[in-house]
């Protein structure tokens, strides 16, 4: 049955609070919708929008879009009008559309402070007219949301709402283009599947049921395969975290983004068995969690200094290169095998990117353009997914490799030209 949403309706902006569940916030911590103290808690709304500001790097942008083209909603905020406080609703689908503008209006306070000093000042003129113009801006988006159009989510009770909620969300931000991040879209997963596991078993041990699997993927308009695995690397992100988290070096915490390295060892399968990460597994086992934490997480990863064996997620894809080249009974290689989990304390810091560099050297050996064949590949099949976790790093890379690209070509060229 699907959710039944109202006919375009105008709400009070005020009258719209952030849903402190919303998966985007990437928190455990999930209150749920029963207790609407805790919902509209002023502190936890605070909370949910700096939250929401600090996790999504494109939230100024979209901000500066509302004020240079105006308010115009194209999709409209789906909210939930709580039955404990009429005339209070949750914003369940908008939130960062909702952050931006109340980013707004907190900036529009801001820059009439700041006119009335440039005027007390005598400042420039030209300083003084830009001022008003952007003060004018910010008004006209306040004007025209101040009664904002959205659509209700019809639903008498919380029970209701957290039925029909997964399927809203899930066919929004999991196969849609307005994606969360890979680990919200997981964590959501995750979640989900705790509570049916939960009405179904009550307080048994959490396990896979393929039923329940099954259930969940046809809400979210996600394949068995792939729930299964984004339910998987949530879990066993989550339980490492916990457990390793206070062994991180000192004033480090573990980010969104290193839930893909759990993404890396699912996708790949030399890694996959080394790691005994089972289709059944909702966590690593204690002594490959501890060979992770070596290799991965030990070492300092502020600045730019990485001292850790693996360096980044990505790793675990040139892994399982090494290892299928390895298979070919004609290269007569073991570069895989070098990486040894049963003695991880034996691989330095180095030791990657020395078996690397000796893999990549192998398969120079065997023909340049084979290899830039490869690599082309490669790089044409490299996920956004992969882009948007790695893009720190892998924008120096492509830069360095822009520039040995444009090197070699100028000496094949000095070349042909003698």
């Known amino acids: 049955m699907k959710p039944k949403l109202s006919t375009v309706t105008p709400l009070s902006f005020g009258s719209l609070y952030l849903d402190i569940n919303n998966p985007r916030l990437g928190s455990t911590d999930k209150p749920g919708y029963v207790n609407a103290a ?37 999709d409209s905020i789906l909210v939930w009008e709580h039955p404990d406080r009429r005339g209070q609703y949750v914003v369940v689908e908008g939130n960062t559309r909702t952050t931006a503008l109340r980013q707004i209006r907190e900036n529009l306070v801001e820059f009439r402070t700041e006119l009335a000093n440039l005027e007390k000042k005598n400042a420039p003129k030209d300083m003084i007219e830009t001022c008003k113009r952007k003060i004018a801006a910010y008004e006209q988006v306040v004007t025209d949301t101040d009664k904002i159009e959205v659509r209700k ?19 929004r931000h999991i196969k849609h283009p307005q994606q969360w ?22 307080d048994k041990t959490l396990e896979f049921d393929d039923k329940l699997i099954a259930e969940l993927a046809a ?21 490492f975290k916990l457990r390793y988290e206070p062994k991180l070096p000192n004033g480090e915490l573990f980010k969104d983004e290193d839930h893909y390295f759990f993404e890396q060892i699912l ?25 992770l934490f070596k290799w991965a997480f030990k070492e300092p990863r502020k600045g730019g200094e990485n001292n850790n064996v693996l360096h980044k997620a990505e790793n675990f894809r040139r892994w399982q290169e090494m290892s299928r080249y390895d298979a070919k009974p004609e290269n007569h290689t073991g570069f ?4 040894d989990v049963s003695n991880p304390d034996e691989a330095g810091h180095r030791e990657f990117f020395e078996i690397e560099a000796e893999f990549l050297n192998h398969k120079a050996q065997k023909g340049p353009s084979k290899l830039i ?11 956004a997914s992969t882009l948007i976790n790695q893009s720190g790093h892998l924008r120096v890379q492509l830069e360095k490799l822009q520039g040995i690209a444009t090197r070699f070509i100028k000496v094949i060229d000095a070349a042909q030209a003698e």
């Open 153 to 171: 989510v019809e639903v008498p009770d919380v029970a209701e709402l957290e039925r029909v909620l997964p399927q809203v969300l899930g066919v």
């Open 373 to 383: 064949d490869k690599l082309i590949a490669e790089l044409e099949g490299t996920p």
């Open 181 to 202: 991040g890979p680990f919200a879209q997981n964590l959501y997963l995750f979640q989900q599947y705790e509570k049916k596991f939960k009405i179904q078993y009550g």
């Open 38 to 74: 805790i919902l509209f808690d002023p502190q936890r709304q605070k909370d949910a929008q700096k939250a929401l500001e600090n996790r999504y790097p494109k939230l100024s942008e979209l901000k500066e879009a509302i004020v240079n083209q105006g308010w115009t909603p194209i």
């Open 267 to 291: 996708d790949n399968k030399y890694p996959r068995e080394q790691f005994k990460f089972g289709d059944d597994d909702l966590e690593l086992k204690p002594a490959m969690e501890e060979v």
């Open 336 to 339: 895989a095998a070098r990486l």
């Open 219 to 239: 809400i979210v308009s996600e394949s068995e395969s792939e729930t299964r695995k984004g339910i998987q690397s949530a879990s066993a992100f989550l339980r």
